[in-house]
């Protein structure tokens, strides 16, 4: 594409350069070749970035005072915003490649325009493959699922039966979308456990990126929802009828357990643990290891906007640093009295 077309598309200012110049890709700066793009945010960034072999540098308004030799030099108000949009219109595009012979298709499967099916990948009965999509290979979808437009599913994949998948999702490898959920009625007689009806469905939203061997439970009677835009890092795991806003962060090693809300625009940053019916509110914030109790709700209520909650039962970090400076007091002041 050329630096006129991402302008176009992305908005922004040409500062200098012009507007043909044909961009390839996006790289780091000490790697990045005359036809690739980079961005710069602080002086330091924006001195390494000129003095690189790239052919365009992206930076904030007015970063560059003086002449940036041969660059091309596009202004933007979020530079890594801008450089990252424009990783995603450059990447290139695999052509479709059809249906695999090794492929297994059930009856009544629909399958849109310019799709792909791998090898080995299993599509059950009256599943519906949305145009642009592609399956790869040893993926498993279960009969009735619906994927949406332009997603990627990666190899190894398994989709259970009662999933719907949105448009422009992407599913890496060894993720599990739609078991059942961990749900047990226990007999006070027997001790023996029986497991809840798990019936319900799980609903994945529009541009949802789910990270490797995660898995999201169906629900039991009623549903699981992962919102729009949400972005799921690798082994999280979110029981069964959660609902997960809009725009929410999970990071590794995350568990929500059954019957919670998260907020949208809600951080969970990594081993974030949270227990049974509770509620995350929109836009908190957990530091990694944060633990919030069954039944229990967090809310950014009172507390600045950017506030980091830690420790379990999770609460703002200034304060959990306050107490350990309390009990580590408290412990110098025994091991002397000790002493004495």
């Known amino acids: 594409m050329t630096l006129g077309e991402l302008v176009r598309v992305l908005g922004g200012k040409l500062a200098q350069g012009s507007l043909q110049y044909v961009i390839d890709g996006v790289d780091a700066v000490d790697t990045a070749s005359p036809s690739d793009l980079v961005f710069a945010e602080e002086a330091t ?17 007015g970063a560059i005072a003086t002449n940036a030799g041969q660059k091309c030099i596009v202004e933007a ?56 999509t592609r399956i790869d290979a040893g993926a498993v979808i279960g009969a009735g699922v619906q994927i949406g437009e332009f997603c990627h599913i990666y190899p190894r994949v398994a989709i259970y039966s009662g999933t719907e998948v949105g448009n422009w999702v992407t599913v890496h490898a060894g993720a599990v979308l739609g078991a059942d959920g961990f749900g047990y009625v226990r007999d006070a007689e027997s001790g023996a456990y029986t497991q809840f009806p798990q019936q319900g469905m799980l609903v994945i939203e529009d541009d949802v990126e789910i990270g490797a061997n995660s898995t999201i439970d169906r629900g039991a009677l009623r549903e699981t929802r992962i919102g729009r835009g949400t972005k799921i890092d690798n082994l999280v795991h979110v029981g069964h009828n959660c609902e ?82 309390v009990l580590a007091r408290l412990a110098k002041g025994k091991r002397e009295g000790n002493r004495e």
């Open 77 to 132: 108000e979020h530079p890594r915003l801008w450089f990252a949009l424009a990783g995603k219109l450059l990447k290139p595009v695999q052509p479709p490649g059809g249906v695999h012979p090794t492929a297994v298709v059930g009856a009544h499967v629909k399958l849109g325009d310019d799709i792909t099916i791998g090898p080995c990948a299993v599509i059950g009965d009256y599943a519906r493959i949305s145009a642009g």
């Open 244 to 325: 997960i806003g809009e725009n929410v962060i999970l990071v590794a090693l995350t568990g929500i357990s059954g019957s919670s809300t998260v907020g949208s625009g809600a951080v969970l940053a990594g081993q974030v643990g949270i227990g049974d019916h509770a509620h995350i509110g929109p836009g908190v914030i957990l530091g990694g290891q944060a633990g919030v109790f069954t039944g229990k709700t967090v809310t950014t209520e009172g507390l600045k906007p950017g506030t980091v909650l830690w420790g379990t039962p999770a609460r703002p970090l200034k304060q959990v640093l306050r107490e350990q400076a």
């Open 45 to 61: 960034s924006v001195a390494n970035a000129l003095g690189s072999n790239a052919g365009a540098v992206v930076v904030k308004p």
